[in-house]
């Protein structure tokens, strides 16, 4: 068929047009049906169908077709060739090249595309007919074309046509599922990108939740905790009596506990002020109290001390103080302490030294009258010897004849038996002189402490002001400490008694230490009780003189002895104002302490531990 | 001491020396050598003083009894005085058997011998007690020659 001319082709015969139309309306069948294939398809499937079901139904050499865009991803081409056209054109049949040339003919614009070219591709004989996708070509082109010269026929113009169309329809349904998919996958996307975000939202939230719910806990909890622990304390303070309580020195302002207010039986509507602290405090400890508020407002210190509270309905009432003073960054002092109510445990205590110092004398009263017997009874023995012995001789010496003999014997055992006595006395001497002076090293600062430590009790119930004046550089001195501390200790009884008739001044004590001339040291007790005459100081420290209805007037003699075996000095002097000092002074270390038949070791070794230390 | 612990003694009735426990004092002896002057109450002391032992019986022979001293209860048990002593001068505390002691044990013997007591501890309490038992008098030591001789005679009368 190749360079023959394509006429129009002769009449049919009625038989030939027959089975062309037949084969017409069979590829038109074919044609319609296509569509049902392209369902769901891309548009790339459609167009692939559609040229090889126009290739094999039409015989042509060429179907081509450009799709402008149909899935948003640019145009497509695509291209079938008969296999007898390939190998003329020789031609690579490679959609793009063979578009190139088709586009030289067809031009931009579909409107202006002849129905018909003719001898249009690479100089071979080859007739194209271009079919616009869509109305205005908007869609893409089909090109198809055939070397014979009698195309298109009626036939193959009109299934042309409908194939175009069909595909158009195709390809548009195709854009609306491929858009819709799109749509449908971008709407999916964002919805799985919005479910995850909510979800994350949601975490979040459930986390925060989860937080603010413990965190509500926890506040909850410390709220319970802080009530309990309120609670507690208040249950605290009202179980052992003890109330708290601060106290900013310069604005006088007073923070009580609830406790204190009942301790002082104070309504808690009107604050308290040390005035009305003053009207409930006991008239005879007022000067002690005051002494006590004038001395923390000058400085920062630390307090502890008792008093007593008189009560409306004049009931006693025993308090016990510690206060401990702080300065703020303005340095304001305030302070902050405890205030316990002592009294049942002040009455227990003085039930149980009243109960003890009976004990104490009855055991002092039943030791001595067990010594006392075991003597009477060493002694009587002998005795009753020497009575039986004389009275025996005088009988032997009356009787006629006298029994001289007998007589002489019965002396001879008198004398016998007054040796055996004076050697009980001699022994019970022997017993009693057995304590020995022991030397250590002292230092009197703590053995004083100790002695106030002691009688603190007895101090306050005294309602003594004691003011402790102890020499910081105090060396220690050589001796008995306990004997020393019995000496400070009766010191401070004395001054103690001295001062328990005196209400009009403060009972004020003062106890110093100090070094004293000649390498020796000094302690002195300082009262201001009553004091005495001149005249009698010689006589306060002979045995048995005491001013004292109660007192054996043994101490200060027995003290003065104890200094004097430390190779000291105690004396008495009357203070310018009332009351009276007793004073010692030891040499720290002396020559030798008379211990009177001391077995031990005096002096040296103890005093090199101290310097070591 | 006079307490003659493991001391062999020997006694003129039974010509031979008999091994003591240290309480065999023999009557018989005293009794040989009280025969001059027969029928003299026999007064026996018991107490741990020495001189006590020593002295007492001088006297007691001065007023006129036979006396025989003895260191503890114990060894005035084991003797053969028991019987024979008219008196008993007897201390309260002694180590061992005390006074006390001694005399309820003689009351459980039923030996009624009157006891005077004497003591160098000065104690009422004892004293009254050792009376309602029954002791004739109670001295404390150091008691006169005089009390002493009184006391016997009450309880020789007793007797």
Request: aromatic content about 4%.
């Amino acid at each position: 068929m190749h360079g023959e001319a394509q006429l129009e082709p002769p009449a049919e015969h009625p038989a030939d047009e027959i089975r062309r139309l037949q084969r017409c309306i069979n590829d038109l069948v074919s044609v319609l049906a296509l569509p049902a294939i392209w369902t769901g398809s891309e548009p790339s499937q459609i167009v692939s169908t559609l040229l090889d079901a126009l290739l094999g139904m039409l015989h042509l050499d060429l179907v081509y077709v450009r799709l402008k865009d149909p899935v948003g991803e640019g145009p497509i081409e695509m291209v079938r060739c008969a296999l007898t056209l390939k190998l003329a054109l020789k031609l690579t049949t490679r959609p793009q090249e063979i578009g190139e040339v088709l586009d030289h003919w067809l031009g931009d614009d579909p409107q202006k595309w002849p129905p018909l070219v003719r001898n249009a591709i690479g100089g071979e004989d080859i007739s194209i007919v271009p079919l616009r996708l869509g109305l205005q070509g908007e869609i893409g082109v089909i090109v198809a074309g055939s070397q014979r010269t009698d195309f298109p026929g009626q036939t193959e113009r009109l299934l042309l046509s409908v194939a175009a169309n069909q595909a158009s329809i195709g390809l548009q349904e195709a854009r609306l599922l491929s858009q819709q998919k799109r749509v449908a996958s971008e709407l999916d996307q964002r919805v799985a990108q919005r479910t995850r975000d909510l979800a994350a939202a949601n975490e979040e939230l459930r986390k925060e939740i989860a937080e603010r719910r413990l965190a509500e806990e926890r506040l909850r909890r410390e709220e319970r905790e802080l009530k309990r622990s309120e609670a507690f304390l208040a249950e605290g303070q009202h179980l052992s009596r003890t109330g708290s309580f601060s106290w900013q020195v310069a604005t006088g302002e007073i923070t009580w506990s609830e406790q204190l207010y009942r301790i002082f039986e104070f309504e808690q509507d009107a604050p308290v002020t040390i005035e009305r602290i003053g009207t409930r405090v006991h008239p005879e400890d007022l000067p002690l109290v005051i002494d006590m508020i004038d001395r923390a407002r000058g400085a920062s210190r630390d307090f502890e001390f008792e008093h007593r509270l008189q009560m409306p309905d004049h009931s006693v009432k025993y308090l016990h103080l510690v206060a401990h003073g702080i300065r703020d960054h303005d340095g304001r002092l305030e302070y902050i302490g405890a205030i316990q109510d002592v009294t049942q445990r002040r009455f227990a205590e003085e039930a149980l030294g009243k109960a003890r110092s009976e004990l104490a004398h009855v055991a002092r009263v039943t030791s001595l009258g067990a010594l006392t017997a075991s003597i009477a009874h060493e002694l009587n023995q002998p005795l009753q010897g020497i009575i039986t012995n004389a009275g025996t001789c005088l009988r032997m010496l009356a009787a006629d004849p006298p029994n001289v003999e007998g007589a002489r014997e019965t002396a001879r055992r008198t004398i016998r038996d007054g040796n055996r006595a004076s050697e009980v006395v001699t022994r019970l001497r022997a017993l009693f002189s057995k304590k020995d002076v022991t030397a250590e090293s002292v230092d009197l600062n703590e053995a004083t402490r100790e002695v106030i430590a002691l009688s603190l009790s007895k101090l306050q119930r005294s309602r003594v002001i004691l003011r402790p004046e102890l020499a910081d550089d105090l060396p220690p001195v050589t001796g008995d400490r306990v004997q020393l501390q019995q000496v400070i200790l009766n010191l401070f009884l004395n001054a103690l008694d001295a001062m328990s008739g005196v209400d009009d001044r403060p009972r004020r004590l003062v106890i110093r230490t100090e070094r004293d001339e000649g390498d020796r040291v000094r302690l002195a007790v300082q009262d201001a009780g009553v004091g005495f005459e001149p005249q009698g100081v010689d006589k306060l420290f002979e045995p048995f003189y005491t001013t004292k209805s109660g007192g054996m007037g043994i101490g200060l003699s027995v003290s003065r002895s104890i200094i004097e075996s430390h190779h000291g000095r105690l004396w008495a002097a009357a203070n310018d104002g009332p009351g009276a000092t007793f004073s010692f002074s030891i040499p720290r270390v002396p020559a030798r302490v008379t211990g009177a038949h001391s077995n031990r070791d005096i002096g040296t070794p103890a005093v090199s531990d101290t310097d070591a230390a | 001491m006079a307490r003659a612990a493991l001391a062999l003694v020997q006694t003129d009735t039974k010509a031979q020396w008999t091994l003591s426990h240290g309480v065999s004092h023999s009557c018989a002896m005293e009794s040989r050598q009280e025969r001059s002057t027969i029928e003299r109450p026999l007064v026996s002391v018991v107490d741990d003083d020495e001189s006590v032992r020593e002295s007492l019986p001088d006297l007691l022979r001065e007023f006129g009894f036979a006396a025989r001293a003895f260191s503890s209860p114990e060894e005035f048990l084991a003797s053969d005085c028991v019987s024979q002593t008219r008196c008993l001068i007897l201390d309260i505390a002694m180590p061992g058997m005390t006074g006390p002691d001694l005399q309820r044990e003689l009351k459980l013997r039923r030996q009624q011998i009157p006891i005077v007591f004497i003591t160098a501890r000065k104690n009422e309490t004892v004293r009254q007690r050792v009376l309602e038992q029954g002791a004739v008098e109670c001295l404390f030591k150091p008691f006169s020659d005089t009390a002493l001789l009184e006391a016997l005679n009450t309880a020789l009368r007793v007797n």
